[in-house]
């Protein structure tokens, strides 16, 4: 009989304290996880919106230093370097808006190399980001918009509510779709 109660007495465990603390601990971790999350979908949805803010600069700067769209231009020597002419209209469109990245590349407004043909810059969810004169759905007239691809519905929603009117289809920031959550927009436009 003996033997017996020294067997309960020496059996090991976890009281309901410790597993409580470990149940805390585990919590702070999966919290600190998901915070973190949050803090690097947010600095990616304030960089997409800085991304436009610095190439409507740079495109500014273009046109102030030599009086036409980049991409449009059709003056060999503007800018320094070799690169591909457009038609001069003033406005950016089909292959000009390659040629856009290239001509800021090579007058010192961007960073990277662009081969005026085919590269883009990629904005921070990964697609690219496009410079053209379009009338997107809903925008009512054509105009030089920058076209972000492939965006989460919940960044078009978030960059919408802060710099325009929330609503999809109307406004100077339009989507190709409804911000509908855990999908995908196809086309983000912002007006230039």
């Known amino acids: 009989m003996m033997k017996l109660n020294k067997i309960r007495m020496s059996k090991d465990g976890f009281t309901l304290v410790e597993i409580a603390i470990v149940m805390v601990i585990i919590g702070l971790l999966i919290g600190g996880v998901l915070k973190g999350q949050a803090m690097v979908q947010n600095a990616k949805v304030k960089r997409v919106a800085k991304q436009a803010d610095e190439m409507r600069a740079a495109v500014m700067a273009f046109y102030d230093k030599y009086g036409m769209y980049p991409g449009d231009e059709n003056i060999a020597a503007i800018p320094p370097g070799t690169d591909n002419e457009g038609n001069g209209s003033g406005q950016i469109t089909g292959a000009e808006t ?6 800021l590349q090579l007058s010192g407004l961007i960073s990277g190399v662009y081969n005026g043909t085919s590269d883009l810059p990629r904005h ?3 697609d690219v980001v496009v410079l053209s004169w379009v009338n997107p759905p ?10 972000f691809d492939n965006l989460p519905a919940d960044v078009c929603l978030e960059l919408d509510t802060k710099y325009d009117n929330s609503t999809w289809n109307s406004g100077s920031i339009v989507g190709n779709a409804a911000y509908t959550a855990g999908t995908t927009v196809g086309q983000l436009y912002m007006l230039f």
């Open 124 to 126: 921070a969810f990964g």
């Open 98 to 103: 390659f040629e856009v990245f290239q001509d």
């Open 138 to 147: 809903g925008a009512g007239t054509a105009q030089h918009y920058l076209r």
